[in-house]
Structures are given as C-alpha cells and as structure tokens.
C-alpha cells in the first residue's frame, strides 16, 4: 500500500484495515511480506510477455548452478601437459587470478571417452557421463572479473552492475508465464548465496518479473511455503474480499496516479491465492513415486533437481537450482578431497534429471545449462587448493535445441585461458535467449534515457551449439 505523505483519507484508512485484516495468511504473503518472504510472488495471469521474435527451441530453462565455482579440469576438460610442466609456473600459465598462485597442479582424477560422441569425461561423474550424447560441452566459456560478487551478478545479471535484471526477469519480460497458478521464475536454494536475492532481482522491470526464491533445505511444502494455506477463509470468502481489496486499490489508482509498486503487490496477492490450488501439489516431492526418488538419490541438490522437473512440467518458466548454501565449490583449500563429495552429489541427480526429461519428452524443448560464476585455475595456491579462473572455464548446455554429444572451444594447453572459439557470457546469455526465440538486440527496455538489455550492446549467439 502506497500512503501518501499528506493526512491519509478514508480510502486509504480502508485499505489499510483490509490489508492488516489478512494478518499473517494470504495477505501477508503477498503485500506484507513482500520483500522479506520466501514467496515474492514474481507472476499472475497478466504477466504476458511480448512474445517470441521467431520459432523457440527452448520452452523453458533450468540453470544448475555450481556456486563457488567447478574446476573444468577435473571433470570435462583434461590437460595432460599438466603433468609434464607440475609445479612449473611456465608463460600462460602466470596470469592474474584473485590471489597469488604457485605452479601448475595436475588433477588427479581420470578421464573416459563416453558415448558414441567419445566426449572426455571425469572419472567423478560416471553417470552423467551416460548422457554426454544429449550435452555440448562448451569449454571455451570467460568473464571479466575473478570475484565471488561481480562474477554471481554478470553470469545472473549479465553486467558486475548490482541494478540491472537478472537473466530470468528478462526471461518473463519477453515470454511471459505459462501457468498462472505458479510464479514463472523459481529459485531453489538449501541457503543463501552470496549477493542473494539481487541475483534473481527484476531492477528496473516490472516487479512482477523478479524471481521467486525457494529454501528448499527442507522438503515439507508447509515449511518451503510458509503463510500459503488461509485456514480462517474458504476460496469463496477470499475470493470476495481480494476483489474488494482490488477495487479500493482501483480506486486509489484512480485518484493519485498508478503505481508500479501498489501494482506488483496487488498482483503478488492474486498470484499467492492462485498457488493455494496448485503450489502444494507442486512442491510435494512424496508424490512421486519410490522408483523416482531413489532415481534423483538422496540431499538437497537431489531435491532441487526433482523439484526443477515438477515445475517445468507445469509451466514454469526459469528454474535455478544452486548447489548449496553460501559457496560450496570455492575450492581454495583442500580441492581434491572437497571435491569428489561435491561430484558425487550433482552425479546422480543430475543424470537423473535428464533422462526424466528425456522419458516425458520434455528435454526437446526444455535447456539445461550447467556451471558455476567461474571456473578454477591448473595451478595451486597453498600447494593443495585453486583459485577463481574467470580467463577460461567450462559450462555446457543439454535439450532444448543444443547439438548433443559436442565439444565446442578450446582453452590453451593448461587449461587457463580459452583460445579458441571463446564464448563470453553475453554470448551465452544471447544463445540462451535465442534458444527461447528471443533476439537479444531486440528484447530490449527503456529505462533512464536509454534501451537496456541483458547482453547490454554485446553478445553474439554460438549458432554453432544449435541443432
């Protein structure tokens, strides 16, 4: 609700009584709570996007998210020269990263040629390594900047700016929602990562375009979704008094002007009562059945990945999954013990995730992409850890359009710079909303003067990843 400053009048002393009449139920869930509730609702049914630019590929997107950074050397790009030059420190091998660094470190971890596409893969990961016939591995991936915060905000955000929209904002902004019993833009995280919910903001778009975060670290849908259920009033009930609230909010419109706040809350309202019908079955995880779950495994990751397919399967637009609280992968010390624990979770959910997709006939038109801010760099620091790398790292990208069982870029031969055929994360945000049949010079939004988008005046789409 929008006071104005001068003495309030009778319409808006009404307003304010219905608002406080809703207490902690419904109502607190969508206006009261909007900035600080697990649930800022982010869709409603007049969230209609502008539509595609051309036939999409890509319906929808999940984006698993290895916060902290992965070391592609151990898992998709190995370098044997690593082992020749150990401990050397050899030109190419000295470039700038966050901290000082020694000499290169080899992984000791093994790789397999996998699949018909004999694509290398790490020993850590044999079951996804099942499905690198559906995956383009894209190993020639670079940033601008080797720190947690700006790297979280130019691969979320597109720009190390903190108030620019984040890639799902834009996402809803062009396409809008297909169910408007659910928030189009999800994000699951057992946590906080770092900068948090300005990694999911909507900026200067709309609100109703910002995402919807999830703490999943629990999987009972009463605790992931607090103040959902309304105990004190049937849908009918609450039916009539949404529509009264939504007539004293058009009457206050009316006499001062609209308000894209007053809007976004009113529309965060409609969306939470919508999702007293759907989201509980949505998130109810013990609605699958045994074969299921024990196909996803066990943990958080595992849970985030089954919940990514319930939501896309209904609609959902852009699904985030963070790996875990704060920066799991930010391996500076004790690497090669930290990370296959971490391997061994996102394994199994992760192949499970796409063969589910695969057997639903939802992964033609559904992208994964997979990754972290950064990667890590081939040599030590402390002699048993590695430092950010934003110079070269890996990513790669299954369903929706991509061309599976490919490799595409290359890193020099340490693995620390891409040197050929590089993609810059404006390229890989212009592909992903290519993908969704989106034109990223044209998804554009006028805001202080000037046209924004997501690549800002970058970005070319790697035409060569698609099917």
């Known amino acids: ?3 104005n400053p001068a003495q ?8 304010r009584r219905m608002l406080q009449q809703f207490g902690g139920s419904l109502g607190m869930l969508g206006a009261a709570g909007m900035m600080t509730s697990p649930l800022v609702a982010s869709t409603a049914d007049s969230i209609q996007g502008s539509g595609p630019h051309f036939p999409a590929k890509a319906k929808r997107v ?17 370098k044997p020269a690593l082992e020749k030059y150990a401990g050397t420190k050899p030109a190419g091998a000295d470039l700038l990263t966050e901290r000082p660094t020694g000499g290169l470190l080899p992984s000791p971890f093994k790789f397999r040629q996998c699949g018909e596409s004999g694509l290398p893969v ?19 991936v670079h940033a601008d900047n080797p720190n947690h915060g700006p790297a979280l905000l130019q691969m979320n955000n597109g720009t190390i700016t903190p108030t620019r929209p984040s890639m799902g904002a834009w996402f809803l902004y062009g396409l809008g929602t297909e169910n408007a019993n659910l928030p189009g833009y999800i994000v699951l995280c057992p946590g906080r990562p770092v900068r948090f919910s300005i990694l999911w903001n909507s900026a200067f778009l709309p609100s109703k375009y910002q995402g919807t975060y ?13 103040h959902l259920s309304n105990t004190k009033w049937d849908h009918t009930t609450q039916r009539e008094q949404l529509d009264l609230l939504q007539q004293l909010n058009g009457e206050h419109v009316a006499t001062r002007g609209d308000d894209s706040i007053l809007k976004a809350r009113s529309e965060a309202i409609e969306t939470a009562y919508r999702m007293q019908f759907e989201a509980s079955d949505a998130f109810d995880l013990n609605r699958e059945s045994k074969q299921t779950r024990e196909a996803y495994g066990a943990g958080e990751f595992a849970n985030g990945c089954l919940l990514a397919r319930r939501m896309v399967e209904r609609g959902v637009r852009f699904v985030q999954v963070y790996y875990g609280n704060g920066q799991p992968w930010d391996t500076h010390s004790g690497h090669n013990n930290t990370v296959p624990k971490l391997c061994k979770n996102i394994d199994q959910p992760i192949a499970a995730l796409i063969a589910d997709l695969k057997q639903r ?11 972290g801010e950064f990667g890590r760099t081939p040599v030590s620091e402390n002699g048993n850890g590695r430092d950010h790398n934003h110079h070269g790292f890996t990513m790669w990208m299954a369903g929706g359009g991509v061309k599976g069982g ?3 870029g290359e890193t020099d031969d340490f693995g620390f710079k891409a040197v050929i055929d590089k993609v810059h994360i404006h390229d890989l945000h212009a592909t992903m909303l290519h993908l969704l049949g989106l034109d990223h010079k044209r ?16 970005g070319r789409v790697v035409h060569e990843i698609i099917s």
């Open 214 to 226: 999830i703490n999943h670290s629990t999987i009972d849908p009463e605790k992931m979704l607090p």
């Open 1 to 3: 609700m929008i006071m």
């Open 443 to 458: 998804l554009t939004y006028r805001h202080a003067g000037r046209d924004f988008r997501l690549t800002d005046v970058h």
């Open 62 to 78: 999940i984006h698993l998210f290895m916060n902290g950074g992965p070391y592609q050397g151990d898992l998709f790009d190995p």
């Open 406 to 408: 490919t490799r595409y």
């Open 122 to 140: 790490s020993e850590l990961l044999p079951q996804l390594s099942r499905h690198i016939d559906d995956i383009c591995v894209i190993n020639s």
């Open 8 to 15: 309030p009048n009778a319409s808006s002393l009404d307003r």
């Open 361 to 371: 006939g939802l992964l033609e038109d559904t992208l994964i992409v997979w990754g």
